[in-house]
Protein backbone atom coordinates (compact mmCIF):
# COMPACT_ATOMS: atom_id res chain seq x y z
CA UNK A 1 0.00 0.00 0.00
CA UNK A 2 1.27 3.21 -0.99
CA UNK A 3 2.45 5.76 1.83
CA UNK A 4 0.50 9.15 2.52
CA UNK A 5 1.02 12.38 3.98
CA UNK A 6 0.25 11.06 7.11
CA UNK A 7 3.05 9.00 7.01
CA UNK A 8 5.70 11.15 6.67
CA UNK A 9 3.95 13.08 9.51
CA UNK A 10 3.89 10.21 11.90
CA UNK A 11 7.43 9.37 11.34
CA UNK A 12 9.00 12.57 11.22
CA UNK A 13 6.72 13.83 14.75
CA UNK A 14 5.43 16.80 13.09
CA UNK A 15 1.87 18.03 11.98
CA UNK A 16 0.62 17.05 8.18
CA UNK A 17 0.68 21.32 7.22
CA UNK A 18 4.81 20.92 8.02
CA UNK A 19 4.93 18.03 5.95
CA UNK A 20 2.71 19.88 3.21
CA UNK A 21 5.06 23.21 3.48
CA UNK A 22 8.11 21.35 3.37
CA UNK A 23 7.20 19.31 0.50
CA UNK A 24 6.29 22.19 -1.58
CA UNK A 25 8.83 24.46 -1.16
CA UNK A 26 6.85 26.97 1.37
CA UNK A 27 8.30 28.96 4.27
CA UNK A 28 7.24 28.40 8.18
CA UNK A 29 9.37 25.31 8.29
CA UNK A 30 12.94 24.88 10.04
CA UNK A 31 15.95 23.71 8.50
CA UNK A 32 16.36 20.92 10.82
CA UNK A 33 12.47 20.24 11.04
CA UNK A 34 12.55 20.34 7.06
CA UNK A 35 15.85 17.95 6.52
CA UNK A 36 13.60 15.36 9.16
CA UNK A 37 10.40 15.42 7.10
CA UNK A 38 12.31 15.03 3.59
CA UNK A 39 14.44 11.69 4.98
CA UNK A 40 10.76 10.48 6.00
CA UNK A 41 9.29 11.08 2.97
CA UNK A 42 12.55 9.50 1.27
CA UNK A 43 12.50 6.31 3.70
CA UNK A 44 9.17 6.17 2.51
CA UNK A 45 8.74 6.46 -0.60
CA UNK A 46 6.33 9.05 -0.99
CA UNK A 47 6.00 11.91 -3.46
CA UNK A 48 3.17 14.60 -3.28
CA UNK A 49 0.83 13.83 -6.36
CA UNK A 50 0.95 17.26 -8.61
CA UNK A 51 -2.53 17.84 -9.28
CA UNK A 52 -3.34 17.89 -5.40
CA UNK A 53 -0.18 20.18 -4.86
CA UNK A 54 -1.75 22.29 -8.19
CA UNK A 55 -5.27 22.65 -6.34
CA UNK A 56 -3.92 23.21 -3.10
CA UNK A 57 -2.08 26.66 -4.68
CA UNK A 58 -4.91 27.00 -7.11
CA UNK A 59 -2.80 26.83 -9.88
CA UNK A 60 -3.91 25.17 -13.35
CA UNK A 61 -0.66 23.69 -13.83
CA UNK A 62 -0.56 24.84 -17.57
CA UNK A 63 1.80 27.44 -19.48
CA UNK A 64 0.65 29.37 -22.37
CA UNK A 65 3.00 29.61 -25.35
CA UNK A 66 1.46 32.93 -27.99
CA UNK A 67 2.89 33.01 -30.85
CA UNK A 68 2.30 34.79 -34.42
CA UNK A 69 2.16 31.52 -36.94
CA UNK A 70 1.96 31.60 -40.61
CA UNK A 71 0.53 28.96 -43.44
CA UNK A 72 4.20 28.66 -44.69
CA UNK A 73 6.25 28.86 -41.36
CA UNK A 74 7.17 25.10 -41.12
CA UNK A 75 9.07 25.63 -44.82
CA UNK A 76 10.13 29.35 -43.87
CA UNK A 77 10.97 29.12 -40.38
CA UNK A 78 11.54 25.39 -38.91
CA UNK A 79 13.25 26.90 -36.12
CA UNK A 80 9.75 27.55 -33.81
CA UNK A 81 8.76 23.88 -34.29
CA UNK A 82 12.66 22.85 -32.15
CA UNK A 83 11.42 25.83 -29.74
CA UNK A 84 8.40 24.25 -29.21
CA UNK A 85 9.72 20.17 -28.96
CA UNK A 86 12.13 21.60 -26.34
CA UNK A 87 9.84 23.48 -24.49
CA UNK A 88 7.13 20.78 -24.61
CA UNK A 89 9.68 17.94 -23.02
CA UNK A 90 10.93 19.76 -20.66
CA UNK A 91 7.29 20.75 -19.38
CA UNK A 92 5.87 17.25 -19.51
CA UNK A 93 8.88 16.10 -17.32
CA UNK A 94 7.49 19.02 -14.57
CA UNK A 95 3.80 17.97 -15.09
CA UNK A 96 2.65 21.17 -16.59
CA UNK A 97 0.80 21.31 -19.64
CA UNK A 98 1.22 23.38 -23.01
CA UNK A 99 -0.96 25.27 -25.19
CA UNK A 100 0.27 27.33 -28.39
CA UNK A 101 -1.93 30.86 -28.90
CA UNK A 102 -1.75 31.73 -32.25
CA UNK A 103 -2.44 35.53 -32.57
CA UNK A 104 -2.15 35.75 -35.88
CA UNK A 105 -5.71 36.21 -36.86
CA UNK A 106 -6.60 37.73 -33.39
CA UNK A 107 -8.38 41.29 -33.61
CA UNK A 108 -6.60 42.19 -30.26
CA UNK A 109 -3.86 39.75 -28.97
CA UNK A 110 -3.40 41.66 -25.51
CA UNK A 111 -7.12 41.14 -24.39
CA UNK A 112 -7.48 37.70 -25.29
CA UNK A 113 -4.02 36.87 -23.43
CA UNK A 114 -5.09 39.35 -20.57
CA UNK A 115 -8.38 37.53 -20.35
CA UNK A 116 -6.77 33.89 -20.28
CA UNK A 117 -4.35 34.51 -17.70
CA UNK A 118 -7.09 36.48 -15.80
CA UNK A 119 -9.38 33.17 -15.75
CA UNK A 120 -6.89 31.39 -14.13
CA UNK A 121 -6.98 29.17 -17.07
CA UNK A 122 -2.73 29.31 -17.11
CA UNK A 123 0.41 29.87 -14.28
CA UNK A 124 2.16 31.77 -16.98
CA UNK A 125 3.01 32.63 -20.51
CA UNK A 126 5.95 32.14 -23.03
CA UNK A 127 5.66 34.88 -25.26
CA UNK A 128 7.49 35.25 -28.92
CA UNK A 129 8.81 38.11 -29.88
CA UNK A 130 6.97 37.92 -33.38
CA UNK A 131 3.34 38.18 -31.35
CA UNK A 132 4.10 41.10 -29.44
CA UNK A 133 2.37 44.33 -30.34
CA UNK A 134 2.47 47.70 -27.93
CA UNK A 135 -0.68 46.59 -25.75
CA UNK A 136 0.72 42.91 -24.84
CA UNK A 137 4.14 44.77 -23.73
CA UNK A 138 2.58 47.15 -21.71
CA UNK A 139 0.64 44.16 -20.31
CA UNK A 140 4.00 42.14 -19.76
CA UNK A 141 5.63 45.59 -18.28
CA UNK A 142 2.98 45.82 -15.43
CA UNK A 143 3.92 41.87 -14.30
CA UNK A 144 0.10 41.19 -13.86
CA UNK A 145 1.02 37.33 -14.39
CA UNK A 146 4.14 35.28 -14.58
CA UNK A 147 5.58 35.82 -18.57
CA UNK A 148 8.71 35.08 -20.34
CA UNK A 149 9.22 36.65 -23.09
CA UNK A 150 11.66 35.32 -25.90
CA UNK A 151 13.19 38.25 -27.20
CA UNK A 152 14.46 41.09 -25.36
CA UNK A 153 12.97 44.21 -23.69
CA UNK A 154 14.46 46.52 -20.81
CA UNK A 155 11.23 46.14 -18.12
CA UNK A 156 10.37 42.45 -18.59
CA UNK A 157 11.91 38.68 -17.66
CA UNK A 158 13.28 37.48 -21.29
CA UNK A 159 16.00 34.64 -22.59
CA UNK A 160 16.98 35.15 -26.19
CA UNK A 161 19.94 33.50 -28.28
CA UNK A 162 22.66 35.97 -29.01
CA UNK A 163 21.97 36.32 -33.14
CA UNK A 164 24.73 39.76 -32.50
CA UNK A 165 27.57 36.68 -31.22
CA UNK A 166 26.48 33.95 -33.94
CA UNK A 167 27.27 36.98 -36.81
CA UNK A 168 30.83 37.72 -34.84
CA UNK A 169 31.38 33.46 -34.94
CA UNK A 170 30.90 33.99 -38.82
CA UNK A 171 33.18 36.53 -39.73
CA UNK A 172 35.59 34.75 -37.30
CA UNK A 173 35.27 31.61 -38.74
CA UNK A 174 35.79 32.51 -42.61
CA UNK A 175 38.54 35.07 -41.36
CA UNK A 176 40.64 32.25 -40.09
CA UNK A 177 39.69 30.58 -43.34
CA UNK A 178 41.11 33.39 -45.26
CA UNK A 179 38.61 35.22 -46.80
CA UNK A 180 38.89 38.64 -47.55
CA UNK A 181 35.72 39.78 -49.72
CA UNK A 182 32.18 39.08 -47.98
CA UNK A 183 28.59 39.80 -48.99
CA UNK A 184 25.65 38.95 -47.25
CA UNK A 185 21.82 38.35 -48.05
CA UNK A 186 19.43 39.19 -45.34
CA UNK A 187 15.37 39.71 -45.68
CA UNK A 188 14.07 43.37 -44.78
CA UNK A 189 15.82 45.43 -42.40
CA UNK A 190 12.81 45.34 -39.84
CA UNK A 191 14.02 41.34 -39.42
CA UNK A 192 15.39 41.55 -35.82
CA UNK A 193 17.30 37.77 -36.20
CA UNK A 194 19.22 39.01 -39.45
CA UNK A 195 19.89 42.37 -38.58
CA UNK A 196 21.35 40.93 -35.29
CA UNK A 197 23.26 38.43 -37.20
CA UNK A 198 24.61 41.34 -39.81
CA UNK A 199 25.36 43.80 -36.94
CA UNK A 200 27.56 40.78 -35.65
CA UNK A 201 29.49 40.15 -38.77
CA UNK A 202 30.08 43.79 -39.66
CA UNK A 203 31.76 43.89 -36.08
CA UNK A 204 33.94 40.97 -36.12
CA UNK A 205 34.96 41.89 -39.76
CA UNK A 206 35.54 46.02 -39.16
CA UNK A 207 37.72 44.70 -36.14
CA UNK A 208 40.34 43.40 -38.76
CA UNK A 209 39.99 46.36 -40.89
CA UNK A 210 36.92 44.97 -43.28
CA UNK A 211 34.21 47.06 -43.93
CA UNK A 212 31.13 45.89 -46.46
CA UNK A 213 29.77 48.76 -48.58
CA UNK A 214 26.00 48.98 -49.35
CA UNK A 215 26.00 47.00 -53.06
CA UNK A 216 27.50 43.87 -50.80
CA UNK A 217 24.29 43.71 -48.72
CA UNK A 218 21.45 42.34 -50.64
CA UNK A 219 17.90 41.73 -49.70
CA UNK A 220 15.81 38.61 -50.75
CA UNK A 221 12.43 37.65 -49.42
CA UNK A 222 13.68 33.78 -49.50
CA UNK A 223 11.80 33.06 -53.09
CA UNK A 224 14.10 31.71 -55.57
CA UNK A 225 13.69 34.80 -58.11
CA UNK A 226 14.14 37.31 -55.21
CA UNK A 227 17.38 35.23 -54.28
CA UNK A 228 18.58 34.44 -57.29
CA UNK A 229 18.48 38.11 -58.96
CA UNK A 230 20.48 39.26 -55.20
CA UNK A 231 22.90 36.82 -56.01
CA UNK A 232 23.21 38.18 -59.30
CA UNK A 233 23.94 41.93 -58.64
CA UNK A 234 26.65 40.57 -56.22
CA UNK A 235 28.21 38.62 -58.99
CA UNK A 236 28.28 41.58 -61.82
CA UNK A 237 30.09 43.92 -59.32
CA UNK A 238 33.70 44.75 -60.79
CA UNK A 239 34.99 42.69 -57.35
CA UNK A 240 32.66 40.09 -56.95
CA UNK A 241 32.88 38.19 -53.34
CA UNK A 242 34.41 35.46 -52.28
CA UNK A 243 31.86 34.73 -49.72
CA UNK A 244 28.04 35.28 -49.37
CA UNK A 245 26.94 34.83 -45.95
CA UNK A 246 23.27 33.97 -46.65
CA UNK A 247 20.86 35.25 -43.09
CA UNK A 248 18.80 32.10 -43.33
CA UNK A 249 18.71 28.46 -44.44
CA UNK A 250 15.52 29.54 -47.11
CA UNK A 251 17.76 31.69 -48.27
CA UNK A 252 21.15 29.57 -48.48
CA UNK A 253 19.73 27.30 -50.42
CA UNK A 254 18.82 30.05 -53.27
CA UNK A 255 22.34 31.49 -53.30
CA UNK A 256 23.50 27.26 -53.65
CA UNK A 257 20.43 26.85 -56.56
CA UNK A 258 21.65 30.41 -58.10
CA UNK A 259 25.35 29.13 -58.48
CA UNK A 260 24.57 26.11 -59.61
CA UNK A 261 22.40 27.58 -62.39
CA UNK A 262 25.30 29.85 -63.23
CA UNK A 263 27.72 26.84 -63.45
CA UNK A 264 29.75 28.89 -60.87
CA UNK A 265 31.85 26.02 -58.69
CA UNK A 266 31.48 25.98 -54.57
CA UNK A 267 33.67 26.56 -52.77
CA UNK A 268 36.67 27.28 -55.15
CA UNK A 269 35.14 30.45 -56.88
CA UNK A 270 32.47 31.75 -54.64
CA UNK A 271 31.86 30.04 -50.85
CA UNK A 272 28.56 30.27 -48.86
CA UNK A 273 28.31 30.28 -44.70
CA UNK A 274 24.57 30.34 -43.69
CA UNK A 275 23.10 30.07 -39.69
CA UNK A 276 21.51 27.05 -37.98
CA UNK A 277 21.30 23.68 -39.60
CA UNK A 278 18.17 23.16 -40.26
CA UNK A 279 16.95 21.08 -43.88
CA UNK A 280 18.05 23.53 -45.94
CA UNK A 281 21.34 23.86 -45.17
CA UNK A 282 22.12 20.24 -45.51
CA UNK A 283 20.20 20.28 -48.89
CA UNK A 284 21.68 23.10 -50.31
CA UNK A 285 24.53 21.75 -52.71
CA UNK A 286 26.92 21.35 -51.42
CA UNK A 287 26.19 21.42 -48.20
CA UNK A 288 26.12 24.49 -46.68
CA UNK A 289 28.87 25.63 -43.36
CA UNK A 290 26.68 26.94 -40.73
CA UNK A 291 27.19 28.56 -37.81
CA UNK A 292 24.70 26.32 -35.84
CA UNK A 293 22.82 28.03 -32.48
CA UNK A 294 21.16 25.39 -30.04
CA UNK A 295 17.44 26.17 -30.15
CA UNK A 296 16.57 23.31 -28.29
CA UNK A 297 19.10 24.37 -25.28
CA UNK A 298 16.85 28.00 -25.17
CA UNK A 299 13.54 26.02 -24.69
CA UNK A 300 14.84 23.95 -21.82
CA UNK A 301 16.53 27.07 -20.75
CA UNK A 302 12.76 28.91 -21.14
CA UNK A 303 11.21 26.00 -19.30
CA UNK A 304 12.89 25.72 -16.49
CA UNK A 305 12.97 29.35 -15.72
CA UNK A 306 9.27 29.79 -16.35
CA UNK A 307 8.50 27.18 -13.77
CA UNK A 308 10.88 28.72 -11.44
CA UNK A 309 9.38 32.32 -11.88
CA UNK A 310 5.72 30.55 -11.36
CA UNK A 311 7.06 29.16 -7.76
CA UNK A 312 8.59 32.81 -6.94
CA UNK A 313 6.74 35.88 -8.67
CA UNK A 314 10.04 38.43 -7.47
CA UNK A 315 12.59 36.50 -9.20
CA UNK A 316 13.92 37.77 -12.40
CA UNK A 317 16.01 36.84 -15.26
CA UNK A 318 17.22 38.45 -18.56
CA UNK A 319 19.76 36.55 -20.22
CA UNK A 320 20.90 34.76 -23.75
CA UNK A 321 21.13 31.51 -23.54
CA UNK A 322 23.28 29.26 -25.89
CA UNK A 323 26.89 29.95 -27.02
CA UNK A 324 26.86 29.46 -31.01
CA UNK A 325 28.83 26.79 -32.93
CA UNK A 326 30.07 25.97 -36.40
CA UNK A 327 29.17 22.97 -38.18
CA UNK A 328 31.56 22.48 -41.21
CA UNK A 329 30.09 21.60 -44.77
CA UNK A 330 31.45 21.40 -48.24
CA UNK A 331 30.35 25.32 -49.17
CA UNK A 332 33.68 27.00 -47.57
CA UNK A 333 37.31 25.84 -48.32
Known sequence: MASTIKDVAKLAKVSIASVSKALNGEKGVGAETRERIMNAAKILGYAPNARAVSFSRQEAHAILFVYRSYPDDPFTNPYVYSLFEAILESLTESHYRFAILNVNNLANPSETVKSLMAGKAYDGAIIHANALDE??????????????????????????????????????????????????????????????????????????????????????????????????????????????????????????????????????????LTFDAYPYAGIAYPPATSIVINVQELGHEVARQMIRLIGNRSYGIQSFVTVPSVKVGESTR
Not at 137 to 160: S, T
Open 135 to 272: ELLAQLRLNKFPAILIGRDKYVNWLDTNHVLAGRAAASYLLNRGYARFAFIGPSKEDDISSGRLEGLLMGLSEHGIELAPSLVERADGSFPSVDAAVGRLLSLAERPEVIVASNNLIVYGVSRSLERRKISVPSEVSY
